[in-house]
Protein backbone atom coordinates (compact mmCIF):
# COMPACT_ATOMS: atom_id res chain seq x y z
CA UNK A 1 0.00 0.00 0.00
CA UNK A 2 2.49 2.14 1.10
CA UNK A 3 4.75 1.69 -2.60
CA UNK A 4 0.97 2.21 -4.53
CA UNK A 5 1.07 5.65 -2.76
CA UNK A 6 5.17 6.73 -3.05
CA UNK A 7 4.15 5.37 -7.03
CA UNK A 8 0.95 7.87 -7.45
CA UNK A 9 3.26 10.53 -5.38
CA UNK A 10 5.45 10.27 -7.64
CA UNK A 11 3.66 10.14 -11.09
CA UNK A 12 1.93 13.76 -9.82
CA UNK A 13 5.73 15.43 -9.36
CA UNK A 14 6.45 14.61 -12.94
CA UNK A 15 3.02 16.41 -14.40
CA UNK A 16 4.00 18.83 -12.56
CA UNK A 17 7.11 20.20 -14.57
CA UNK A 18 4.69 21.95 -17.18
CA UNK A 19 6.77 22.50 -19.92
CA UNK A 20 9.86 24.54 -19.52
CA UNK A 21 10.12 28.24 -21.00
CA UNK A 22 13.20 29.08 -22.38
CA UNK A 23 15.08 32.14 -20.68
CA UNK A 24 14.51 35.55 -21.73
CA UNK A 25 17.22 37.23 -23.25
CA UNK A 26 18.35 40.93 -22.99
CA UNK A 27 16.92 42.10 -25.75
CA UNK A 28 14.33 40.49 -28.42
CA UNK A 29 13.75 41.47 -31.58
CA UNK A 30 10.10 41.38 -33.05
CA UNK A 31 9.19 39.20 -35.18
CA UNK A 32 5.85 38.46 -37.82
CA UNK A 33 2.94 37.49 -35.57
CA UNK A 34 4.74 38.70 -32.21
CA UNK A 35 2.72 40.33 -29.90
CA UNK A 36 3.30 41.43 -26.37
CA UNK A 37 1.58 38.84 -25.03
CA UNK A 38 2.52 35.70 -27.11
CA UNK A 39 6.53 37.23 -26.05
CA UNK A 40 5.66 37.41 -22.43
CA UNK A 41 4.02 33.92 -22.40
CA UNK A 42 7.21 32.35 -24.44
CA UNK A 43 9.44 34.06 -21.92
CA UNK A 44 7.14 34.07 -18.74
CA UNK A 45 6.82 37.50 -18.30
CA UNK A 46 3.99 40.02 -18.38
CA UNK A 47 3.04 41.93 -21.56
CA UNK A 48 2.16 44.71 -19.68
CA UNK A 49 5.87 45.08 -17.66
CA UNK A 50 6.92 44.70 -21.03
CA UNK A 51 5.05 47.53 -22.44
CA UNK A 52 6.27 49.42 -19.58
CA UNK A 53 10.07 48.94 -19.90
CA UNK A 54 10.31 49.53 -23.98
CA UNK A 55 7.73 52.71 -23.39
CA UNK A 56 5.05 51.47 -25.53
CA UNK A 57 1.94 52.89 -24.92
CA UNK A 58 -1.35 51.44 -24.10
CA UNK A 59 -2.79 50.44 -27.40
CA UNK A 60 0.55 47.76 -27.00
CA UNK A 61 1.42 48.22 -30.59
CA UNK A 62 4.69 46.91 -31.99
CA UNK A 63 6.63 46.60 -35.16
CA UNK A 64 8.18 43.85 -36.80
CA UNK A 65 12.04 44.27 -36.30
CA UNK A 66 11.53 46.31 -32.93
CA UNK A 67 13.75 45.58 -30.47
CA UNK A 68 12.01 44.86 -26.90
CA UNK A 69 14.06 45.06 -23.77
CA UNK A 70 12.81 41.64 -21.72
CA UNK A 71 14.68 42.58 -18.76
CA UNK A 72 13.62 45.97 -16.47
CA UNK A 73 15.88 49.10 -17.21
CA UNK A 74 18.69 49.65 -14.36
CA UNK A 75 17.44 52.12 -11.49
CA UNK A 76 19.01 55.43 -11.30
CA UNK A 77 21.07 55.89 -8.33
CA UNK A 78 18.59 56.42 -5.13
CA UNK A 79 15.63 54.72 -7.31
CA UNK A 80 13.70 52.16 -5.43
CA UNK A 81 11.91 49.32 -7.64
CA UNK A 82 8.25 49.33 -7.62
CA UNK A 83 6.26 45.76 -6.28
CA UNK A 84 5.51 44.91 -9.62
CA UNK A 85 9.22 45.07 -10.29
CA UNK A 86 10.54 42.74 -7.58
CA UNK A 87 7.74 40.17 -8.36
CA UNK A 88 8.69 40.12 -12.06
CA UNK A 89 12.13 38.31 -10.69
CA UNK A 90 9.96 35.43 -9.55
CA UNK A 91 9.49 33.20 -12.52
CA UNK A 92 6.14 31.95 -13.14
CA UNK A 93 5.82 28.27 -12.79
CA UNK A 94 2.36 26.65 -14.19
CA UNK A 95 1.26 23.61 -12.55
Request: glycine share 12%; charged share 20%.
Amino acid sequence: MAAALALVFLLGLTGCGGERRPSAPEVYVVQKGDTLYSIGWRYGLDYSQLARWNGIGRDYRIEVGQRLRLRPPPLAPGQRPEWSELLSCIPVRWC
